[in-house]
């Protein structure tokens, strides 16, 4: 591999030579010349296959137009269980009927989290970090004012994130549920998911991930961790489209002593039974609500099955790899103008995305978006660096980077 003479630095062009997944970047749809350069936000939105483009309009001809309402009865019923059961195969280490997709994440964590609530008399205490994203902290305020429950905030190191050692002193005899981010949507950092869960397993708790910034980018082995709950997102790193909707995994040792609390016909026991009352559904179908968006569940499916046939291992990797070159590029560009990494350091650590602060990145974001770099930012002063593996390009790197560089000198 050559190096940059200057700067010890591989060139992105080499590692892109000897990336053993560069081709999969095919895969996905392209946009119309001068749109985009260098997109650096799938962590936010993930890009299209061009495999979904073509499966939409088959489903729209086949499924939907020509089987019309028959298709709920062929396939759409159980499609909730079935995208979900293949995505906890593919991605979260889950075994079958543990995972189902629908609603919104906001909705989902609200489902658990107050099912979790509910099913422990006597622990009123909910445990959740200051840095934890925005959703996740107002869902449990709104579930704490609704059932009298307690928070019990954690403040973590804001360049990290939680570690078992902050839990110390929080949990106890009266905590219901912890529930934290797998990766961090701010800083990338990726809690110890297995050593976390244990901890709040001895204190007699539940524990929720969430994994909306893990799902697609970092293996997962929710079954042989022992994880409770968990809810992720699937516009991210599974590629479902703007509103995608999320799943929900529910270890089946648990799911019939949860109740969720919002009952609809879609999650009883007999849903065209047109019965008088609600009885829930045996296992993960009573987490189901309404009808399931069905339409909106056809891209994810696509984005798996690209998953599944590189591995999540080779994922990861890659992930990693990005990261790594995106910190040697913040560190020779962006550091001495004045910017701070604040993502963790140790690839061990870091989920795919890495944050930068600088007090003018908001206004660079913007210039950025104006030439078809597009990284994203998140107040105060952080530019996130979104790296989805299977997507993105070394030579995507250099240039993002290189155009922050240049968009922040032209600021300054
Ligand atoms: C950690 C985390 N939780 C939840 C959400 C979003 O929830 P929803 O899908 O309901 O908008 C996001 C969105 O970026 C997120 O990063």
């Known amino acids: 591999m050559t190096t940059d003479q200057q700067t010890q630095r591989p060139q992105a062009a080499q590692l892109d030579a000897a990336d053993p997944l560069a081709t999969q970047r095919e895969a996905f749809y392209t946009p119309d010349a001068g749109q985009l350069t260098s997109y650096l936000d799938g962590n936010s939105l993930g890009r299209p296959l061009k495999a979904t483009a073509a499966n939409l309009q088959n489903f729209v001809h086949d499924a939907w137009g020509s089987r019309l309402i028959r298709g709920w009865d062929e396939q759409w019923m159980d499609e909730p269980t ?10 979260l280490g889950a075994a079958a009927g543990q995972v189902t997709v629908g609603d919104s994440t906001s909705v989902m964590l609200y489902k658990l989290i107050r099912a979790a609530v509910d099913a422990q008399p006597g622990r009123d205490e909910i445990i959740i970090d200051r840095d934890n994203f925005p959703t996740d902290r107002f869902i449990i305020e709104g579930i704490a004012a609704e059932r009298g429950a307690t928070i019990k905030w954690i403040a973590p190191n804001p360049a990290s994130g939680v570690r078992p050692a902050d839990l110390d002193g929080i949990l106890g005899e ?13 800083s990338g950092f990726l809690a110890d998911a297995p050593g976390i869960t244990n901890a709040v397993h001895r204190a007699g708790a539940l524990m929720l991930w969430d994994l909306c910034h893990s799902v697609g980018s ?6 042989a961790w022992g994880v409770d709950l968990a809810v992720g997102c699937t516009y991210k790193y599974l590629n479902g489209g703007p509103g995608s909707p999320a799943f929900a995994y ?3 040792a648990r799911q019939n002593r949860l109740q969720q609390p919002i009952w609809g016909w879609m999650g009883a026991d007999n849903p065209f039974g047109m019965t008088e009352a609600y009885r829930p559904a ?4 009573r987490f ?29 990797e890659k992930s990693i790899n990005l990261t790594e070159y995106a910190i040697r590029l913040a560190d020779e560009l962006l550091v001495p103008m004045g910017a701070a990494i604040v993502s963790p350091r140790n690839a061990a650590e870091r989920g795919s995305h890495i944050t930068v602060d600088h007090p003018m990145f908001r206004d660079v974001t913007a210039k950025l978006w104006e030439r078809g770099v597009i990284p994203d930012f998140r107040p105060p002063h952080g530019l996130r660096i979104g790296l989805s593996p299977l997507s993105t390009s070394y030579a995507e790197v250099e240039l993002g980077v290189t155009a922050i560089r240049d968009a922040l000198a032209e600021l300054q």
């Not at 079935?82 to 991605?91: K, L, S």
């Not at 970092?218 to 079954?223: A, C, G, S, T």
């Not at 045996?282 to 179908?285: K, L, N, P, S, V």
């Not at 189901?288 to 696509?302: E, F, H, N, R, S």
Request: proline content about 6%.
């Open 218 to 223: 970092v293996p997962m082995e929710l079954d």
């Open 250 to 252: 529910v270890n089946a």
């Open 288 to 316: 189901i609500t309404g009808t399931p968006p069905v339409l909106a569940m056809q891209p994810i499916k696509d984005m798996v099955e690209l998953i599944a046939s590189v591995g999540m291992d080779a994922v990861r």
């Open 282 to 285: 045996e296992g993960i179908r």
């Open 174 to 186: 009266r905590t219901a549920v912890v529930v934290l981010s797998h990766v961090a949507y701010r």
């Open 82 to 91: 079935r995208v979900g059961d293949r995505i906890g195969e593919v991605t």
